[in-house]
């Protein structure tokens, strides 16, 4: 009995202890299952989460549309000859998205946005958008924006010539800029026609005859010219200056030079900026030198406002007069002349030139303002 009861207990011993290693082994099995669900788990959160990371610095579909659709306006072209290149998310330092138009006020913000590049195969125009697209500004594109298009020259050249009977050779093209029309007669339409509304990218282009001036509106490439028979008299046309009464070239240490004349007391002032920031004043026809004056400015405005001529396009007004109007008196004339060209306008129509020539003035006169 004794010896089969120790058999006994050490057999149930064995079997208890097989038990224990089967539960061990199960245990260890599922926490292994838990630990590699666990690990799986985690892999997957952290997948999501980078997929997550990836897809907030995608460029959002308004943004692609708004970009597209508004070069395509511009171009005349479908979007889907277009194709965004590359992006980059920004933060903008104010509300014109770092693109502000000439006396344009910003306000002082923050603002979340893209950098959009886009381009149709030949050339690539950058955008600066806020985050939802709702606001765009066009940075640049790699061909100048302000260059008439050889199509559109000689269409309007042609026109003008049927119009003045005058041959191509003796017009001259003083005045163009880019322009979108608001209908599909170019904002030109005859009596009883009926024009399509849609926005029309085109050019606004003024020839010069001997004694006459034409304005002409065109769509993008030329094909559409519609003479302007009552161009807007708030905008002024210009007319080339004769060569003959075109002021002496600057010498080269001279940046800019403004000529006076005019006015009730009829004298007649010359004012030049140097390269070294002197702002000199004289009287022409003092004998005397009486009237004379030397101020100076920074060598840094001196820059600034050599950049306002290139931001402002001073060199696409070549040797143009803007008149003063039919019957005016005692007003002054003013005649710019820089390194390259030469332009004249008069104090009575200076709120009815061209922006750019205007941002000029205003430049002009806050160098003047700051000489000391």
Known sequence: MAKFYVSTNQARIFTALILTGILSVTSGLTLSKDAAAASANFLLETST???DNIKSNRLPRPVANAVLQDLARRQGISTRELKITNYNQQTWRNGCLELPQPDEICTEALVPGWRVVVSDGKQNWIYHTNSNGRSLRLASANTPSDKLPASVRNAVLQAASRQLQQPISRLTIVEF???TWRDGCLELANADEFCTKALVPGWRVVVGGREQTLVYH????GSIVRLNQKPNQSTLTPVPIPVSELPPPLD???????????GFAGRTYETVLLKDGRLIRVRIGDANDSERSVRRVSLQQVQRFLRSLERYKFTQFQ?????APSGAADYITYTFTSQKNTVQYNDISQNNLPNNLQGVVKAWNQVIASAQ
């Open 49 to 51: 989460d980078s997929k």
């Open 177 to 179: 800029q880019q322009q």
């Open 218 to 221: 065109t769509n993008q490439t």
């Open 252 to 262: 080269r240490d001279i940046v800019f030079r403004q000529i006076s004349s005019g």
């Open 319 to 323: 040797n143009l007069s803007y008149p």
